[in-house]
């Protein structure tokens, strides 16, 4: 992998990473941009404990534009884009409208191809595994940042997710606090570490998985399942069977294998609803461990975390999608119609023949 940094025509840092040890990265913005203005601010609700990010400049974020204006397509004659280069194997850059920056974190975009009409599934194993690459290098470069806490590289993929550019990209948050999510996550590792005498609440949770009816694939280094409490329709998470706190601990065998295991899961989500469906939207989410203290969460050291994905929909069947209506939405409770183990036996029946 070959990485170049540079910088856009408004002080923005674009990245290329590309598989080619010879390329030459020397492209230059032609746009006439003036520099990013945001006003992203977190916010501490006193109530629930959680943070909220508040960033007005959003409202002016590109919105569905047609193809030939996508700014993620590489820029070609008088069409100019974020990426000044006439093509790319991946590019990340600093998100023109962040919902976090300068003191209160940091937002990029991660363009997994060039080709506009693609998708994370239509990649090849070298692509993916450059795409791994990529999330690997800014998690370690990110975390290095005093303002960062916690690096979460995610997808969302579909219109009905919230998606407004069709182009194939991912986006890396890096929050200057622990998420609540994460928090709730260290909090039950902490209470049965010490409830056991020692054990790992995340190698307790794999093993019993392992030995059940949920398991949807597994190989020498990896373990996809649908959980036992699934909060969603279809579900994934995908683990390593060597814990390790984030992408940066992964092996070379467990890099080597990532891209046949993921990809097979992609395409097992599209077939999930059959041919005729559209593609499934999905949302993917790396969990990584917070790279501040964790001195509030009594007993639990870095290294207990476990690096796992989440993969899942929110299509609940053919032509009907889940929503996040009262329960859910005013009490964080949410109701799943589509029991695990059905979900399980659904995502083996469309493997890849």
Known sequence: MKKTSTRLADGRELIYYDSRDDTVRDAVDRRPLDRTVTTSEVRRDPLLGDAVAIASHRQGRTYHPPADECPLCPSEGDRLSEIPDSSYDVAVFENRFPSLAGDSGRCEVVCFTSDHDASFADLTEEQAGLVLEAWTDRTAELSHLPSVEQVFCFENRGAEIGVTLGHPHGQIYAYPFTTPRTALMLRSLAAHKEGTGGENLFDAVLEKELAGERVVLETDHW?????YAAHWPYEVHLYPRRRVPDLLGLDEEARTEFPKVYLELLRRFDRIFGEREPRTPYISAWHQAPFGTLEEFDGVVRDDFALHLELFTIRRTSGK???????????????????????????REVASS
Do not use: Y
């Open 223 to 227: 373990v996809a399942f649908v959980p």
């Open 321 to 347: 999608l889940k929503f996040l209506a009262g329960s859910e939405s005013g009490m964080s409770v949410f109701i799943n119609d589509v029991p695990p183990e059905a979900a399980a036996q659904r995502l």
